[in-house]
Nanobody, 116 residues
């Protein structure tokens, strides 16, 4: 069983930066799996923001390309989301996730609020 715990959310002014962290526990195979960051804004569907594969290849959504960067530290079982040039439309609850077989594991989420 994998447990995921996000941290690093908060309130920031537009144009500012935040770094989210997601620590994984309960799995000794962290480095072998892709990790994802999703977000869900009020009244909207959850959307995939960024993915990093086990080999370190990354992909980010067009809406955050050039502003957000995903990375991982396998020694710490942690994945990060560096968010720069934040916009009010980035306001959402951010979740990290990973899939083991057919089971998707989610963290509890961390709130990011970007003020104008």
């Amino acid at each position: 069983q994998v447990q995921l715990e996000e941290s690093g959310g908060g309130l920031v002014q537009a144009g500012g930066s935040l770094r989210l962290s997601c620590a994984a526990s309960g799995s000794i195979f962290f480095s072998k799996y892709a990790m994802d960051w999703y977000r869900q804004a009020p009244g909207k569907q959850r959307e995939l923001v960024a993915t990093i594969t086990s080999r370190g290849s990354t992909n980010v959504a067009d809406s955050v390309k050039g502003r957000f960067t995903i990375s991982r530290d396998n020694a710490k079982n942690t994945v990060y989301l560096q968010m720069n040039s934040l916009k009010p439309e980035d306001t959402a609850v951010y979740y990290c996730a990973t899939k083991r077989g057919n089971l998707q594991h989610w963290g509890q989420g961390t709130q990011v609020t970007v003020s104008v």
